[in-house]
């Protein structure tokens, strides 16, 4: 098969053309970055974990119903997804104070909220990804009201989903941020959930150690990256239990 034409590459993913109109093609890269991209390294196997976790997620969200752009894996980096047109917003869910919400307002770490909190950021890197209000998000033509509020739904139930998912096995889910997109349907738009649901984008501890098994062991050195998110990947049973680590893959194209 010839090399796809790439559209996009980002931190930790590059997008290629699919294979048929409407499609696209997500590789998982190594890379890890922080603070805005200013703590980078390579980390071996993360990709591999990464693709593997993010179609264990998005998989069991279509089963509850909730859609996503997802379609299936091609390979140990690559999976087949529908196009879609991203509202430029990350949309955070917060269970527990954590990260920037602790440090902007004087929270304990680990301190449970009265109820989960959705925000918003604009997504641009240049600006350090700011969080906005929804009064933004109108003005500005990002989302209307009624995207706004069916996005917020849906963040919500992805919370319950993923929470009881993680729940199971131990794990705390403090907070996830996901990406919507808009997809048309004959004359009718809907949006689902894009890009990734992984350890990259969500913060999970462990509920009797508080260990932390997600990019805060990178952004913090804590320890190996892949050793937690092989953790994760093994509760999870996404790897079988008596996997170190997964082996250095071979792209098959």
Partial sequence: MARRNKIYEGKAKIIYEGP????IVQYFKDDATAFNAEKKAVIEGKGVLNNRLSEFFMTGLQA??????????LNMREQLCRQVEIVPLEVIVRNYAAGSMAKRLGLEE????????????YKDDSLGDPLVPEEYIAAFGWATQQELDEIVSMALRVNDFLSGVMHG???????????????WENDFQRLVVADEISPDSCRLWDIETGQKLD??????????????????AKRLG???SNVTH?????LIN
């Fill in 110 to 121: 680990g301190m449970q909220l009265p109820r989960p909190i959705v925000e918003f950021s």
């Fill in 169 to 183: 096995v131990g794990i705390r889910l403090i907070d996830f941020k996901i990406e919507i997109g808009r997809v």
């Fill in 64 to 73: 509850v119903g909730i859609p996503t752009h997802f379609i299936k894996r």
């Fill in 246 to 250: 997964p082996n250095k893959p071979t």
């Fill in 215 to 232: 990019k805060d062991v990178f952004r913090r050195d804590l320890g190996n990256l892949t050793d937690a998110y092989t953790e994760v």
């Fill in 20 to 23: 048929e109109p409407g499609t």
């Fill in 238 to 240: 996404v790897l079988p």
